[in-house]
């Protein structure tokens, strides 16, 4: 349940200050020739939003994802996970895409689905993810439609979302095997 709180109050403040500050040009992840020596912008990018519909989607998809993940591991992990897994997304992105800027909680959103799938498939014991509940249609739909570019208008948007999951289903995985992503 933290770990949603913490994500969501993150991003709802970074949005509200957005109305401000230019938070995008502050803190928006940026491909490594631009980036300079401001390294922290592979985890703040994660935090900015374009717009308040972009913080919207991924706040609730990030709620749903949650809501199945939730006492199945701990907050802590959970949150430390997602904060891993979506930092590297966008150290990959920025080299993939070297003189591009990004921003949005997405691969944070898209590392937690896929510690969720690398679960469902290690861990026959937790109860089974269910397509027909709210949560199961919500998520494959952000799924789907979260890789439509609407913002980007090119396909960096599938490549962040592809390579958030990668890592997150790596990263779980091993996490699982080593027995220190299992358990509350």
């Not at 709620?63 to 430390?80: E, P």
Request: charge should be positive.
């Amino acid at each position: 349940m933290y770990t949603r709180i913490i994500w969501i109050a993150a991003w709802g403040i970074v949005s509200l200050l957005s109305f401000k500050v230019d938070c995008a040009g502050l803190l928006s992840n940026r491909g490594i020739h631009i980036i300079g020596n401001e390294y922290y912008r592979f985890f703040t990018g994660l935090l900015v939003h374009v717009n308040l519909f972009h913080f919207l989607i991924n706040a609730v998809a990030l709620y749903w994802v949650l809501y199945f993940l939730d006492q199945k591991i701990s907050d802590v992990r959970l949150l430390l996970f997602s904060i891993v897994a979506g930092t590297l997304a966008n150290v990959v992105f920025s080299c993939i895409y070297p003189d591009s800027q990004s921003v949005g909680g997405s691969p944070v959103v898209f590392s937690l689905i896929a510690f969720l799938a690398v679960q469902q498939l290690l861990q026959k014991e937790l109860p089974r993810f269910d397509f027909r509940t709210a949560y199961g249609q919500w998520i494959i739909g952000y799924a789907i439609l979260g890789n439509i570019p609407v913002f980007s208008k090119n396909l960096s948007t599938l490549v962040i979302h592809a390579i958030a999951f990668g890592i997150a289903f790596l990263l779980g995985a091993a996490g699982i095997k080593l027995h220190i992503m299992i358990g509350p």
